[in-house]
């Protein structure tokens, strides 16, 4: 099915989604196989081993780049396998600058593991592209920003970093989990990469682990293909098939996502019970402009994403709010059609360093909601009876 021809939503159920040739089935077979019968020895039918290629990741693969205007999917195993893969591209010495209040894992991996194979990483606030300007040096190969940050939503201007990136001859990838494609396409502003935890928004179930990277580079990608397959840190044909069948979707959850999260951020904002709300889709978002221009559904609307952290100034109130929660579950993760809440001072980000956590402001009294699908009725009165009234 050729790309530009149709809209967002139409690709998210037709690419990759084609009928099967052989029999017909509408919704596509799941080749639940390690290898496959070669005609003669170098004469295979386009797959020879599952860890390289299967068709079933085949289409995942497709969907997903074509939701990213890419040209290349390259599906891993989970987001913090799509991230890993991408920084074994460098080579020892290479240095790359990431946004400061980057996901968690994505932290402790650099710092704890891939710094001790030769990586240099700098965490700066890439919402100032002045802290970028000083700390690129001859051996700086990536800037890796993630927009907005989880869980103090802060922004980045994906474009004016990919001008400068650019000037610098400096590749970019922005880790665009918590928008999903539906609600930000970094291509289409310059980035050179798009990283995916697709466990969030593109399962958007709570029920799968995934990761995925897409690009319009072709070298970039025949790279990322090799360390697929040489790692083997890769989908199960199953779990392709769920995500899949998930993006069919992904339009319609993220919309009726984003529009719950405002309604919501907007009680909360109004509420005496809570300190400070922090949802870009609030006018007083220092970083709301931004957000309104670059945050975009596929139709060129503003869309805020699903995720709303607020302060609720004592440990003592959150804990009374998470006891007395039950739309919202206590839980890990995010981009779900069930509505989650965590502390990430003692979850998501436990193993980001104390100090590291002061100087980004992420304080133990701070809770994220995830809003999902639910009636939004029930969500308000929900998180009213959670807050004491
Ligand atoms: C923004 C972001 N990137 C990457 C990841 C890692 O993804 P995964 O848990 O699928 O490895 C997460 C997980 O929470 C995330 O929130």
């Known amino acids: 099915m050729p790309n530009k021809e149709y809209k967002f939503e139409t690709r998210a159920i037709r690419k990759g989604n084609e ?11 799941i080749h639940l196989t390690s290898t496959y019968l070669q005609d003669g020895v170098g004469k295979d039918r386009g797959f020879d081993y599952s860890r ?39 080579s020892k010495e290479d240095h790359v600058i990431i946004s400061r209040n980057v996901y968690g894992g994505t932290f402790r991996m650099a710092t704890q593991v891939l710094s001790k194979q030769g990586l240099y990483f700098d965490f700066v606030d890439t919402r100032d592209l002045s802290n970028l300007y000083d700390k690129i040096n001859p051996n700086t190969k990536w800037v890796f920003i993630e927009t907005p940050t989880n869980p103090l939503l802060e922004l980045t201007d994906i474009q004016a970093v990919a001008d400068l990136c650019k000037d610098a001859n400096i590749k970019l990838a922005v880790d665009n989990t918590f928008m999903s494609p539906y609600g930000q396409r970094p291509l289409d502003l310059g980035a050179d990469c798009v990283v995916h935890s697709s466990t969030k928004y593109i399962g958007g179930h709570s029920d799968v682990l995934g990761g995925a990277i897409v690009t319009r580079d ?12 040489s790692g083997g840190a890769v989908p199960s044909p199953f779990d392709c098939w769920l995500l899949l069948r998930s993006t069919k979707t992904l339009a319609l959850r993220v919309k009726k996502a984003s529009e719950n999260a405002l309604l919501l951020a907007q009680m909360l904002d109004a509420h005496p019970s809570v300190l400070h709300t922090i949802y870009p889709g609030l006018q007083n978002h220092p970083q709301h402009q931004l957000a309104k221009r670059q945050q975009k559904t596929p139709s060129g609307e503003s869309i805020y994403g699903g995720i709303v952290s607020i302060n609720l100034g004592s440990k003592k109130k ?47 009294e701070l809770i994220r909601l995830s809003v999902g699908i639910e009636h939004i009725d029930d969500l308000m009165a929900d998180i009213k009876q959670a807050l004491g009234n």
């Open 52 to 90: 390289a290629s299967n068709p079933t990741r085949k289409r995942l693969e497709e969907n997903i780049a074509s939701l990213e205007t890419g040209t290349h999917g390259i599906a891993f195993s989970s987001g913090m396998a799509a991230t890993t893969s991408l920084f074994q591209t460098l």
């Open 218 to 229: 072709d070298e970039l990608a025949s790279q990322l293909y090799f360390i697929q397959k």
């Open 318 to 364: 959150c804990d009374d709010f998470l006891s007395r929660s039950s739309v919202f579950s206590l839980a890990e993760s995010l981009g779900g059609v069930e509505s989650l809440v965590c502390v990430p001072y003692e979850m998501t980000h436990a193993d980001v360093p104390m100090d590291v956590k002061r100087s980004i402001n992420l304080v133990p």
């Open 19 to 29: 009928a099967d040739s052989k029999t017909g089935s509408i919704s596509p077979p």
